[in-house]
């Protein structure tokens, strides 16, 4: 098992659960990933839950203050990081009634990895496409998913390459508990 402060792009482990954003800021945005969905968590509410089974298209992320930003989807600094400091949006599309559909999550202090916040993004579509995003609840296989994805290098970032390295990552975690 990793421990808490582990990280992946804007994918922590804070207190035993996964989430994407800074959970440790009082008044902060973010999403958990819990046994029965993705947890959006707002200040002064109780939040809402995305079960699994109404996700329905990978999970993409961009980046900004507000979720119709999508040109700031590529956008990164010469050294390689996400550029901008205002937090982030995971978008996807939801069925049962269909919509799309969008996550807000504030960033933390430290910069992310433009490389880790893309194999995040590929490890979320690829378990989506297979029909497992449930092992996103199970903080352990995260884990060892993480540990795979975050040894990589910042070289050869193709598609090809993503796919790749997300269907790996997913052999490597195994396949989770039941």
């Given amino acids: 098992m990793v421990e808490d402060g582990t ?3 804007p994918l ?4 035993g659960h996964w989430g994407v954003g800074d959970a440790t800021r009082p008044g902060t945005h973010w999403v958990e990933f819990r046994s029965d969905g993705l947890h959006q968590r707002e200040p002064d509410s109780g939040g809402r839950l995305i079960p ?5 298209t990978g999970i993409w992320f961009t980046w900004g203050e507000h979720s119709w930003n999508t040109n700031s ?3 990164h600094t010469p050294k390689g990081t996400v550029a901008g400091r205002g937090g982030g949006w995971m978008h996807m599309t939801l069925r049962h009634p269909y ?3 969008r996550l807000r999550f504030d960033q933390h202090a ?8 893309l194999r995040l ?4 579509r690829r378990l989506i496409d297979e029909g497992k995003p449930h ?6 296989w995260v884990g060892r998913a993480v540990a795979y994805l975050a040894d990589g290098k910042n070289r050869w970032i193709t598609y090809r390459a993503l796919r790749r390295v997300a269907a790996e990552a997913v052999a490597a975690a195994g396949p989770g508990s039941p």
């Fill in 121 to 124: 993004e590929y490890l979320l």
């Fill in 52 to 56: 699994w089974s109404r996700i329905m």
């Fill in 99 to 101: 919509e799309d559909h």
């Fill in 12 to 15: 922590e482990l804070v207190g």
């Fill in 135 to 140: 092992l996103l609840g199970d903080p352990e």
């Fill in 110 to 117: 430290r910069s992310y990895r433009a490389v880790d916040a």
């Fill in 7 to 9: 990280f992946l792009g």
């Fill in 73 to 75: 989807r590529g956008m």
